[in-house]
């Protein structure tokens, strides 16, 4: 399997644009994971899907951050208008539950470095 | 609120020489807790799951341990391709599956 596939890899933007991330998870996982790293607050989860339906969002930082998962082999997160602050490296990552390794054995793609000018 | 607190920030050895890596966790009721590494421009990669105080698990040059309060990572005769940072993460009693909560990490670099 390929993996977790995210694109874009890199975006620059500037403030008040509309900014859309994408993530392709791992075919047969039914967890699907938005993470947000930045050096001052580490990892933080955003929001998480199930099945394909959003189960927790509360980590999602202001209205202005929406996500969906149309699909089982498709996600999005979009920051619509972009800010300065919204500046990181945005992860997807899928699982799947009951896996011999135990829950937390998330698989993350390689990331989507945002910057907003 | 679940708290993970990693140290060190930055770990500096030359290969071969052991060391720890710390990780303190303040949960209502743990369910698990798991390791990961992560490469300088790459998602973090799965290492361990541990469940209950005593636990022990093995990967080649590392080894995780948990206790009530807190894990270590073992590094023994560390080389320089174990440099990477290292994340813990604890998932507390009572959350959905999958939903953790991560420390800040410590960046360990091995020198040859």
């Keep these: 399997d390929a993996g977790v596939i995210q694109s874009p890899r890199h975006e620059v933007t500037e403030m008040g644009q509309e900014v859309t991330l994408r993530c392709k998870p791992i075919s047969g996982h039914d967890y699907l994971f938005w993470y947000r790293q930045t050096m001052m607050r580490g990892l933080e989860l955003l929001i998480y899907f199930n099945n394909n339906v959003p189960i927790d969002d509360s980590g999602m930082p202001e209205d202005r951050f929406s996500a969906k998962m149309p699909n089982a082999s498709f996600s999005t997160l979009k920051i619509q208008p972009s800010e300065p602050r919204d500046s990181a490296v945005y992860f997807c990552a899928s699982s799947l539950e009951g896996t011999p390794r135990g829950a937390g054995e998330l698989f993350f793609g390689e990331g989507s470095r945002l910057t907003v000018l | ?112």
């Design chain 2, 1 to 112: 609120e679940d708290q993970v607190t990693q140290s060190p920030e930055a770990l500096r050895l030359q290969e071969g020489e052991s060391s720890s890596l710390n990780c303190s966790y303040t949960v209502s009721g743990l369910r698990g807790l798991f390791w990961y590494r992560q490469d300088p421009g790459k998602g973090p990669e799965f290492l361990f799951t541990l469940y209950s105080a005593g636990e022990e698990k093995e990967k080649e040059r590392l080894k995780a341990t948990l206790t009530k309060k807190e894990s270590f990572l073992h590094i023994t005769a560390p080389k320089p391709e174990d440099s990477a940072t290292y994340l813990c993460a604890v998932q507390a009693s009572g959350t959905s599956y999958g939903k953790l909560t991560f420390g800040q990490g410590t960046i360990l670099t091995v020198h040859p």
